[in-house]
């Protein structure tokens, strides 16, 4: 694209564009696919897919909010109580379930008060929302009661891990729980989700290679690698997601440091030309030299620790499969530079949408808005259909499938809305707060800083200081102030204690997941920085924008 | 309902992409074939190739129509849908992106258009194709062509012999080839026929092709060492052309074009607003004569007083006639590149004296041509030649110079009009040193000396004269006056760059061009490597001497250009927040000259660790004393701060103590960043405490710090009141629920006597049932047993029946046997039948009775269905 182009687009044009679409599939799954859990577009009737939970209604929710639309958030909450009900004879996937049900859930909750609802005093500790989550998560439980504590794909929700269940789960169906589990147990006070999302995490750490990679899927009753492709796509992409995620929300260096660890080792392996292949998780020998569509979320994850301009050079690379296509296959051949057969389809994803508006947060720049607006163009040329918006079967011919799935209103949606408006709410730099009053004490909440699970439902960090850390820390705050009053008298209580080490109470487990390895690096690595930080950027990065890329100085 | 899962939709069939009543023929259906025919009819064609749901396509639509509208009756525009799968285009090409531009002049192409998607740009571009030779027919247009800064390449071709001179399509091709490698069409090809014009630039047969430079000489194509090919031909003029200034216009996908450039050294960059279809730039010429002045570089004497040197090897006509000795004295002449010189050793005078007398020869045939702009044509041998003996002739001249100091003669030559000779001469030491001091001087030569001829020449060139004057020696330091030549002179040479504002104003804001200017101009220099930029002073207007000055500022050696700093202008320093937003132009004040403890966040707003944080530091400030205590932050992503306070991590937390602000402490990074922490932090370093014994000062501060303490402890009884009433709230709730939790629990107990009072009726009704059950049981039984008594008493009367008939029998037979033998078979067959049937039932009925016996608890039904 040219200066002239991004120079031209119309942001608030864009914006009520994609507001537009919202509502074209929204009211279109209203009026002939509710109770169901997803739209067929093409047939204009629902079908339950995941569940049975009105999934498309759970994951709309948030962007409903987004989108600025209060009442009918309001009104889908009621429906929600009433109509939701778990105890089902169903057989559900337990990722899915945790990040569309118990994430969606779980960020309406918190933002039901911004969203007007009148909430209850313990708010937001409790809640009708919260504990409709809960009673989902809950749900989920069973699925960790393994030897390894990697949890079962599939669950049933009334009765449990099915008898005669396949113990084989891909790599991110183990590591994507930890950013709400751990929001479940600070909000709720029971430590249980957050135990088993973290021994899970464990259990991949202590599995992975000796050149530091994870496989595709593991058996999780002999920890055995079932499939050993190493990547960064499909069955893995959200658990390094996740430990990102979760080191930001609960400023947690163990998380961080095993990110790193494979950070490291993902660039030696699997990066040729800013491109991320997959190889053998044990070898290191590619095995596949191709690009998904999943893959795009890796530029907006390292833009969120600072390594802006790699995310920057690799989604340059992935843009250029958008501009060929129209979409992102599943699957794209590199060296062939074409889809790979049987995975021509795009979804509508929103992986590299969601990527454009994390770095657009850290460069502004106007490519990324064109994406945004290239986004816009293709699916409504393309996907656009009486009845909502349908899945692309095949992007060589651009044929469309009898489907919408949930993440596109929840996810696609969102991010493009969120890319075109600068000034939402969510993008909150910390100017804005909301002070609540609990019967606990006084919160700061809304201050910024969400966190987005990996279906786009943002959660506040804030919100999990209120309900844990803040009661932990409140008398000695107290006891500080204090002493900040009447100094001269109490002197020599002004020094500080030792370190901690990241969540207190997990500094035992963190000693011991990274004995082996990081144990000396870490020693060495203290003495130079935080794992907690993100570098700042360098000079020539104020001119890295319309495509410039630099190449490092040193 | 499974049926619907596969069912699928082809892709929607494509429509008109542009309107009907646009100039561009719209080939939606991708008809190539069509698009090729079409191409049959028109000169210059246009091809749009497009791809419907491509948003740069989109984009670009508007621009082609805008194009197509102005140049529509001498092009022919056609967009063709290169995606529609069923078309030729998307069968025959295979495109990575879209849209793509073609571009045909006859039979010649496809020439690809890659600039910006702008409609002037792309205008400009198609006028090129359709003129890629501009005709020269007078002195003046030369000159023009020359003048501008952008490379031309011009061909002599006599078209008086026959209609079309040989070489002259590959020319014409060579020009129309340049287009595809170079877009933007920076080198410009002109067409000389008039012999005459020709000469002013040494051409003389026809099919010679020269290569104008400004700094540099002018070179002409080595038709006997390179095949005259259009490739060639295209390929020659672009290694060889001249870079002075350089348009940067990145094309918007991954590039390292700035990175390239950039590593080269210090750029100037320079934003101007250009129209590539304007007929003049003002603007532009004014900083391409910057530019030029100062390339001029070495030459910058030759320039000035157009002292050449015949060193350059590369010069096809060169050839140089003088000796081996003198050579090698040219070769150590650290000027040796000057390509029209010629330097000679003048015979010595005394052959003890170990000096000589050395002259550079230099001719200049250009006087004839504006000054300033076409200074250094091409080096002729002829000329030189002739240069030589006219030096000679004036040799006598030289012989009495003795000194150190350089002195220069002009003259014009007597073969040719446009051309004078400057000899400089000076007597050398066979030291270098004094070669080393005199290549100074030389070049500090003023321009006086060159305008002062240029002119005198322009009016009175036909009379031969000698003119002898002692050249300007200036001290040895490098002028800070002058900008010529300095890109030689200082060791911080800079490339220059222009960029269009109109495309790129982006990269002048990211350098921190001021957003309120209307006028889109700008320059910076950017030093990568020093990881530093200058910024021209924005209040002053960007004109050649601003530029200049801004140039010589940045060579001196003590540079007075401060590192600029960019500031983020959307924070407004109006607005109030718990934490204070800090920018580059507020830090000093809000953090050094303020009065207070001062707690700085370094931050940026896509760091995940940072936005992670907000909470905390807004309760910070809420907590502490605002009226000695600052809380702030900074984003260092949008503010650059002084180097001495620069942070290398984000976040990054510093404490500026009141009064010693000088000694900021940071906290500590392997401490995690909660609230009790950072109040240890700020309660430690905090410069509040003093052991003193007490004075009236410290008795206020006392107060003070009391009277803070009291409002802090009203703030907490404050919270803890709200703490109340939500807990007041919570209460009630619990009571709400409490309430509702009784209700729901006397309901259930009403429930519950409701039910056991229904149980209990349902007992009764049961123990009824079985009442009835039982006596229904006995009555059965009963039955039975008269049925057991009913069928014995049958049996015993068939017995007695059967006892009856052998009674009968026994009695007939003793009647028969008495009477005749006649009728006894008739009564015999009728008596076994009835004896038969009574035989059954009885059997029957015994049958029955035993399996009462078995069953004894039958359902009523279905004894009663017995019965029945």
């Known amino acids: ?554 | 309902c499974s049926r619907a899962k596969d069912v699928t939709m082809p892709a929607k069939l494509p429509v008109n992409f542009f309107s009907t009543r646009s100039a561009v023929i719209d080939l939606f259906r991708g008809q190539l074939d069509y698009a090729d025919q079409l191409r049959q009819d028109s000169e210059i064609v246009l091809y749009f190739f497009y791809a419907p749901w491509c948003g740069q396509s989109i984009a670009a639509r508007g621009e082609i129509e805008h194009v197509a509208s102005r140049l529509s009756d001498q092009v022919l525009f056609v967009a063709v849908n290169c995606w529609w799968n069923q078309g030729k285009c998307r069968k025959q090409k295979h495109f990575f992106y879209f849209p793509v531009i073609h571009l045909y002049h006859q039979s010649f192409g496809p020439i690809e258009y890659k600039g910006p998607m702008s409609a002037v740009y792309i205008e400009k571009f198609v006028r090129r194709v359709m003129t890629p030779l501009l005709y020269i027919s007078s002195r003046s247009k030369l000159l023009d062509f020359l003048s501008n800064y952008e490379p031309g390449v011009v061909g002599f071709f006599e078209f008086n012999a026959s209609p079309q001179p040989p070489g002259y399509l590959t020319f014409f091709t060579s020009a129309l080839h340049s287009l595809k490698k170079d877009y933007l069409g920076t080198i410009r090809f002109g067409v000389v026929t008039d012999k005459r014009v020709a000469e002013e630039i040494s051409l003389v047969h026809s099919g010679s092709v020269y290569l104008h430079r400004h700094a540099n000489t002018s070179l002409i194509y080595p038709k006997d060492i390179m095949n005259f090919t259009a490739e060639n031909i295209c390929k020659w003029a672009l290694e060889n052309r001249e870079m002075l200034i350089r348009w940067l216009r990145p094309h918007g996908g991954k590039s390292l074009l700035l990175n390239n450039e950039l590593k080269k050294g210090p750029a100037l960059l320079i934003f101007i607003p250009y129209n590539p279809l304007a007929e003049i730039h003002p603007l532009l010429d004014e900083i391409t004569k910057v530019a030029l002045e100062y390339h001029k570089c070495n030459k910058s004497q030759a320039a000035e007083a157009d002292l050449q040197h015949a060193g350059d090897s590369d010069s096809p006509a060169f050839d140089s006639s003088v000796t081996d000795a003198q050579l090698q004295f040219s070769e150590t002449f650290p000027i040796a590149k000057y390509p029209c010189c010629n330097t000679v050793v003048l015979p010595q005078w005394h052959s003890i004296s170990r000096t000589h007398n050395v002259c550079e020869l230099c001719v200049n045939q250009t006087l004839g041509v504006k000054p300033n702009k076409v200074h250094v044509p091409h080096c002729n041998f002829l000329e030189i030649e002739a240069a030589l003996d006219s030096f000679y002739l004036q040799e006598h001249t030289f012989f009495q110079v003795i000194s150190n100091t350089i002195e220069c003669s002009n003259f014009l030559s007597f073969y040719s009009p446009f051309s004078y000779y400057t000899a400089c001469c000076r007597t050398v030491n066979r030291h270098f040193l004094s070669f080393m001091s005199s290549e100074k001087t030389i070049f500090q030569t003023p321009k006086v000396a060159f305008s002062s001829h240029g002119k005198k020449d322009n009016t009175q060139f036909s009379i031969p004269h000698i003119e002898d004057r002692n050249c300007f020696i200036p001290d040895l330091n490098i002028s800070s006056t002058n900008i010529t030549g300095l890109s030689c002179r200082t060791n911080k040479t800079l490339n220059l760059y222009l960029l269009d504002s109109n495309l790129f104003w982006i990269y002048a804001e990211r350098l921190g061009a001021s957003r309120s200017t209307h006028l889109k101009e700008f320059a910076a220099i950017v030093d990568l490597k020093e990881e530093v930029h200058y910024v021209l002073d924005q209040n002053q207007s960007l004109v050649g001497p601003t530029l200049e000055n801004f140039i010589k500022n940045f060579s001196v050696l003590y540079s007075p250009l401060k590192r600029h700093l960019v500031d983020d202008p959307s924070v407004h320093s109006a607005e109030e927040h718990v934490v204070t937003e800090v920018t580059t132009s507020t830090f000093q004040q809000t953090v050094f000259l303020s009065a207070k403890n001062v707690l700085l966040l370094y931050y940026a707003q896509w760091c995940g660790f940072c936005a992670s944080l907000n909470h905390i530091f807004i309760q910070l400030a809420r907590l502490l004393p605002p009226d000695s205590f600052t809380v702030a932050r900074i984003d260092v992503t949008r503010n650059d701060l002084p180097w001495e306070f620069m942070t290398d991590r984000l976040p990054t937390i510093l404490f500026f103590p009141h009064q010693r602000k000088e000694q900021s402490v940071k906290f500590p990074e392997d401490f995690s960043v909660n609230l009790p922490n950072l109040l240890k932090f700020v309660l430690h370093h905090s410069s509040l405490s003093s052991s003193e014994p007490c004075t009236k000062e410290c008795l206020h501060k006392e107060s003070v710090l009391q009277q803070g303490h009291i409002s802090h402890l009203e703030r907490e009884i404050q919270k803890l009141r709200s703490e109340i009433s939500a807990l007041h709230q919570a209460h009630d709730q619990l009571e709400a629920q409490l309430s509702e939790a009784r209700r729901e629990e006397q309901r259930l107990q009403q429930q519950k006597h409701t039910l056991e009072k229904q149980h209990k009726t349902l007992q009764l009704h049961s123990e009824q049932l079985q009442a009835t059950y039982d006596q229904k049981n006995q009555e059965l039984l009963e039955m039975a047993e008269k049925l057991q008594e009913l069928a014995d008493a049958s049996e015993n009367l068939l017995k007695e029946n059967a006892l009856l008939r052998i009674l009968v029998a026994s009695r007939g037979g003793k009647l028969q046997s008495k009477d005749e033998i006649e009728e006894p078979l008739q009564s015999e067959q009728t008596l076994p039948e009835d004896n038969d049937i009574s035989l059954s039932t009885a059997t029957a009925a015994l049958e029955e009775k035993r399996i009462d016996n078995i069953d004894t608890i039958e359902t009523e039904d279905s004894s009663g269905n017995r019965t029945e």
């Open chain 1, 1 to 554: 694209g040219s200066g002239a182009a991004a120079r031209g687009l119309d942001v608030a044009s864009y914006r009520e564009r994609v507001r537009a679409m919202f509502y074209h599939a929204y009211e279109h799954y209203l009026e002939s696919a509710f109770p169901y859990d997803e739209l067929r577009p093409l047939t204009c009737d629902g079908q339950d897919t995941w569940g049975s939970f009105s999934l498309t209604l759970i994951d709309a929710l948030d962007t409903l909010l987004i989108l600025g639309n209060v009442s009918e958030f309001q009104r889908v909450v009621s429906v929600l109580q009433e109509g939701v009900d778990f105890d089902i004879d169903v057989n559900a996937s337990v990722f899915e379930t945790n990040i569309r049900v118990v994430g969606g859930l779980l960020s309406a909750h918190l933002l039901s008060r911004k969203a007007g609802l009148e909430v209850e005093a313990g708010w937001p500790c409790s809640g009708p929302l919260l504990r409709m989550a809960e009673e989902a998560a809950r749900k989920l439980l069973p699925a960790f009661q393994t030897p390894t504590g990697m949890p079962y794909g599939t669950v049933n929700l009334l009765h449990g891990v099915n008898p005669g269940e396949t113990p084989v789960t891909c790599t991110a169906g183990i590591g994507t729980f930890i950013v709400e589990f751990a929001t479940l147990s600070h909000l709720t006070g029971d430590p249980v989700f957050e135990d088993v999302a973290r021994k899970a995490l464990k259990a991949l750490w202590k599995n992975r290679s000796d050149i530091g990679l994870v496989g595709n899927h593991i058996d999780v009753i002999t920890a055995k690698w079932v499939a050993q492709d190493a990547g960064i796509g499909a069955g893995v992409d959200s658990y390094f997601e996740y430990l990102v995620k979760g080191a930001i929300l609960l400023q947690d260096k163990e998380l961080m440091s095993m990110f790193l660890e494979y950070n490291k080792a993902i660039k030696n392996y699997t990066k040729f030309d800013d491109w991320y292949l997959w190889v053998q998780m044990y070898k290191g020998t590619v095995s596949m030299p191709v690009f998904q569509s999943l893959e795009a979320y890796w530029p907006g994850l390292q833009s969120l620790i600072g390594d802006v301009d790699n995310a920057m050079r690799t989604f340059l690379n992935y843009y250029t499969v958008w501009k060929q296509f129209g979409g992102l296959p599943e699957f794209y051949n590199i060296p062939q530079g074409y889809t790979v057969d049987k995975r021509e389809g795009y979804p509508l994803r929103p992986e590299l949408i969601e990527s454009a508006m994390y770095l657009y947060r850290a460069t502004r720049d106007p490519t990324l808005l064109e994406l945004g607006r290239d986004a816009v163009e293709s699916i409504e040329k393309i996907s656009k259909v009486d009845c909502g918006f349908a899945t692309i079967k095949d992007l060589r011919d651009h044929r469309l499938d009898n489907r919408m799935e949930s993440f596109f209103l929840a996810e696609t949606i969102k991010y493009l809305y969120l890319l075109f408006d600068p000034d939402n709410f969510i993008h909150n730099d910390g100017s804005d707060f909301d002070v609540v009053v609990t019967p606990y004490g006084e919160c700061v909440l809304n201050a910024g800083g969400y966190i987005f699970n990996t279906e786009a439902h943002p959660i506040d960090p804030a919100a999990l200081h209120c309900c844990r850390k803040r009661r932990e820390e409140q008398w000695e705050v107290e006891d500080l102030m204090r002493e900040f009053y009447s100094r001269k008298k109490t002197k020599k209580l002004t020094l500080k204690r030792a370190p901690d080490h990241g969540e207190g109470e997990n500094a035992k487990d963190s000693q011991d997941a990274s004995s082996e390895k990081a144990g000396e690096k870490r020693k060495s690595k203290k003495s130079s920085h935080s794992l907690l930080s993100c570098p700042s950027q360098s000079f020539n990065s104020k001119l890295a924008v319309l495509g410039q890329v630099f190449l490092d100085n040193t």
